[in-house]
């Protein structure tokens, strides 16, 4: 996410209120509660709340219309005073939130919701990531990890609403594993490395590269923490030969996704 990225978001905001005014340029109440109720993304609106508000408190007048020009001074306020201070970091420095509350009163409530909102369009959820994934995945396969087989992939998607990054503990727990059955067992749990720079070099020569990359491109454009988990205790004679192997990372609201295949250990 960049500077840009948030006055993007900012212009785009600006418009969608114009827009749901009058002919005599101004927003009524009335004009904005109706924009809200209409609105589906709860980022979104809870940001046009704010700034709503945020208007109220910068003019500072009572009986104050919300013309085209209110709407305008606002986020040129918010563009010269308040954006200079941001740092863009996943998590905002305590030194940033001080800064920016200092520039007005209502600045900070203001800029972490332009934030909020800003991740929402730029990133897709987990389960958007999967549903994508799912239709790129004929005719793709996984061989990696010494497996004895090249084995088809499918998406994969799962409601984990983890509040940390991903462990070999929360995987368990999000999929109910137990750890102590060698079936279940992790036997492998290893960042990303060149996995996926494998995966698609595997596929060139069969002309299917750019299929694969486009997964691997929603992967790391929209998950953190991938990782590569292969389940099932090896040199175990109780446990078969196809390895349950997931290639999955969070999404920005704690869920998993990526694919899901196997590796061939005999």
Known sequence: MTLRNLMEQLDQLAETLKSAGGKDKQLSRKDFRALIDATHSPAQAHLMEIFYS???KLEARPRMRVTHEVIDNGVA???EQILPEFE???VFSTRT????????????PMANQLVRATEEDLY?????VAGRISKLTEGLFFDDFGSEGSEKIEAFYLDANMEELLTEASFASALNLNLDNPLEKIERFVEIGDT???FVEQHVRFG?????ASIVQLMEENLLDIRVIILGEDYNPAVPADHPTYVVGLGKNGDLAGFKTQVIWT
Do not use: G, M, N
Request: proline content about 3%.
């Open 54 to 56: 945020f208007l109220w």
């Open 77 to 79: 306020f918010i563009k």
């Open 88 to 90: 863009i970091a996943e």
């Open 97 to 108: 939130e001080q800064t920016i509350a200092q520039v007005h009163p209502s600045a900070w």
């Open 124 to 128: 897709l959820t987990a389960k958007q």
């Open 196 to 198: 996926l720079d494998v």
């Open 208 to 212: 299917r590269d750019q299929q694969a």
